[in-house]
Every structure is written in C-alpha cells, then in structure tokens.
C-alpha cells in the first residue's frame, strides 16, 4: 500500500502565499511522477502541477509564474509553493503519485483566499 499524507493548506487573503507539502510512504518502489491536482465545488479535478522523475515539469495555464512544484526524490516528497493566490485558487488540493501506472492520492486540504 502507498500511503500519502499532505499538509500546508489554510486560508489566505488575496496576494498571499502558501505552501503544500506531501510525503509518499509504503510500497514506494519507482514513482514516475508527483504532483498535485485540484478540485472546486462542483467541478471536475484538474492538473496543477506535475513533476516527473527526470526533473520536468507541467503546469496548469492558471498557475504559470506564481506556483512552482519542488520533489525530492531521495524523501519521496512534493511540495507546491502557492505565490500571488487568488480567490478563483480556493479550491481542494491533492497530491498524486503515479508508480507502475497506477494512480495514488492523497485525502485532500482545503486552500481558501479570501479578504
């Protein structure tokens, strides 16, 4: 079993920053990539950012030049660094792994900006 624990959510008024961190455990065999996922109320998760093992990344249109993803493959871990938040961020954010072509998820923490 992988298990995947996040932390770093909150809330924050507009401009502010946050920071998401996730640590993957258990069955770490060969993770390809990591990255984090977000989902509104209502609305289908979508890609935030990713990051694959070979150090390249992809980023939502909506976050480029104020999120920046960071993973150390060493500690099996991901952080989401959350510049320039805006209220349209609040939403659900969830880490993912995926190893072998599976897909493994984190529960979730709560991001709200808000004045």
């Known amino acids: 079993q992988v298990q995947l624990v996040e932390s770093g959510g909150g809330s924050v008024q507009p401009g502010g920053s946050l920071r998401l961190s996730c640590a993957a455990s258990?069955?770490?065999?060969?993770?390809?990539?990591m990255g984090w996922y977000r989902q509104h109320p209502g609305k289908q998760r979508e890609l935030v950012a990713v990051?694959?093992?070979?150090?390249?990344?992809r980023y939502a249109n909506s976050v480029l030049g104020r999120f920046t993803i960071s993973r150390d493959n060493a500690k099996n871990t991901v952080s989401l660094q959350m510049n320039s938040l805006k209220s349209e961020d609040t939403a659900v954010y969830y880490c993912?792994?995926?190893?072998?072509?599976?897909?493994?998820w984190g529960q979730g923490t709560q991001v709200t900006v808000s004045s």
């Open positions: 993912n792994i995926n190893q072998q072509l599976r897909d493994y």
């Open positions: 258990g069955s770490i065999f060969s993770i390809n990539t």
């Open positions: 990051r694959s093992s070979g150090g390249s990344t």
